[in-house]
């Protein structure tokens, strides 16, 4: 049955197990697809996040979570499950509205939590101490990984609900208490999460709190206040090295995933088709207008294979339906706001200034005068160093790059500050998977084939640590300890 109260709505802040009105004021939750405001969030003050740290820290300090049995959590995160699985529709009416989710973009934004809720309760109950046969020793050794205490969580705006339940449940599934602090400009996600949580599911009072503060000072507290053991963020680099200084004050443990600028191979053996195509568009352009970490936003073509591949890659993007995420025909929805595009515009304009070539796109869709829209965007004659194919750029452009030989493309590749996904396609897997192999970057599908249930996390600037994969993605929300057991 559905709540009487709908997901969308003005909420309070979630603090102890209860609806706290904000101390200070609220601010205006614009729809990316409308610029109408479609609620008025609570900005949490200090004081409102002093006190959700406060609550946290009780709850893992004299509550009940921590020393619950693993059955008991994992009871909780499966009420948790089945609860984001009754209210799926309203989540993904939530997501239309607060961050421009579009209907083939569901599965991995609204029903795949679910799903992710019920894997955490899962793995809650692997957890046991495993002995370790240590040379030389007189005894046993039982390596046990225990809860960190409590774990704030920073989440993005492009996938907000599947990383608020991601991080949320796993932190969980540990035995953490945690404070989620969404973005600003999708704050209802996180409060709706909150709501589920309070109405529909176990989870004692102060284990979950959600605050949505606009300030850089009362998030910053977040990763400096002692009373945090951990900070689990999703971001850019930049505010993820900021991040990581705040928190290395108290030496807290820091799980990062950050940006991106992955590459995509075409080998000269491939085979180019529309299904392809369609895919690379997808890929690395068009799933949720640009506004993913893992896009491979460069497409590397060899000579043979460029011109072709342009022509019909600018046939494909000027034929993807731009529109209103209501509607289920629409291919791709809106930018996230209106700073958000004019960036867009800034880096593709520099681009051309730079000596790279329009080929479709960049530009306001026509006919599209309210809401935050790009077309979907081709750049070519870019060369490897240039701003366009260093910077990510977070929009719907993809920048086209060409190469000489298998070495020249795994340099291209290389040659970037991130590291976090890529691809190769090529007729050739022995050849193609070689080429994956030389690629410095968390993750890389073959011919599509991308890894599975595991860990998740990237190269150089693109972050720190590891999420997802099983145990050892929870072990990230854990700390080992070693116990010597006499013979």
Known sequence: MADPRPLLDSYGLYIDGRWVDPVSRRYDDISPATEAVIAKAPDASLADVDAAIAAARRAFDSGPWADAAPEERAGCLNQLGNALMQHADEFFGLSQAEWGCIANERLIQI???????????????????????AFGAAG??????????????????NFPHSLNVMKVSRALAAGNTVVLKPSPLTPLAGLALARIIDEHTDIPPGVVNVVTPSSIDASKLLTTDPRIDMVSFTGSSAVGREVMAAAGGTMKRILLECGGKSAGIFLDD??????????????????????????????LLPDKLHDEVVDRLVELAGSVKVGDPTDPEVQMGPLISSAQRERVEAHVASAVNDGATLVVGGRRPPGLDKGFYYQPTILIDVTPDAPIAQEEVFGPVLTVLRYRDDDDAVAIANNSQYGLSGAVWGADVDRAVAVARCVRTGQIAVNGCIPGDAPFGGFKQSGLGREGGGLPGLHHYMEPKAIGIPA
């Open 140 to 157: 046993t050794t039982l390596l046990r990984h225990e809860p960190l205490g409590v774990v704030s969580i920073l989440t993005p705006w």
């Open 111 to 133: 029903d795949g939590p679910a799903f992710m809720a019920m894997n955490a309760g899962e793995l809650a109950v692997q957890l046991t101490d495993q002995p370790i046969n």
């Open 270 to 299: 491939v085979e180019v088709t529309d299904e392809l195509l369609e895919r690379i568009l997808f890929d690395g352009c068009s799933l949720h207008a640009g506004q993913a970490c893992i896009l491979q936003s460069r497409l």
